[in-house]
Nanobody
């Protein structure tokens, strides 16, 4: 059974930083990457960043490039999302997910097989 659990959300001021953590288990094969997605109120869930578990290849959506960094600790089955220079528009529930595919460019909700429960990130002064 695939399980993913996020932690690290919270309330920060614009320009601040947060680090999200995703602990995962039960993935049946290497044919999955781990991704971060987010959903703001009234909007569709969107991909943020994905990473391949073996090679550590990464993919970022344009709106987070240069601000967010995804990384993984393979030994601990953990993926991180370091978020810097946060903006009010980054406010959303952030989800960790198992994404079908070998390449992190498959970072789309259409390819998600399992979701975590989500963690709230609020950017507010």
């Amino acid at each position: 059974q695939v399980q993913l659990a996020e932690s690290g959300g919270g309330l920060v001021q614009p320009g601040g930083s947060l680090r999200l953590t995703c602990a995962f288990s039960g993935l049946p094969s290497n044919n999955y990457v781990i991704g971060w997605f987010r959903q703001a109120p009234g909007k569709e869930r969107e991909g943020v960043s994905c990473i391949s578990r073996i090679a550590g290849l990464t993919y970022y959506q344009d709106f987070v490039k240069g601000r967010f960094t995804i990384s993984r600790d393979s030994a601990r089955s953990t993926v991180y999302l370091q978020m810097n220079s946060l903006k009010s528009e980054d406010t959303a529930v952030y989800y960790c997910a198992a994404v079908r595919g070998f390449n992190p460019s498959s970072c789309s909700s259409d390819n998600v097989s399992t979701w975590g429960q989500g963690t709230q990130v609020t950017i507010h002064s």
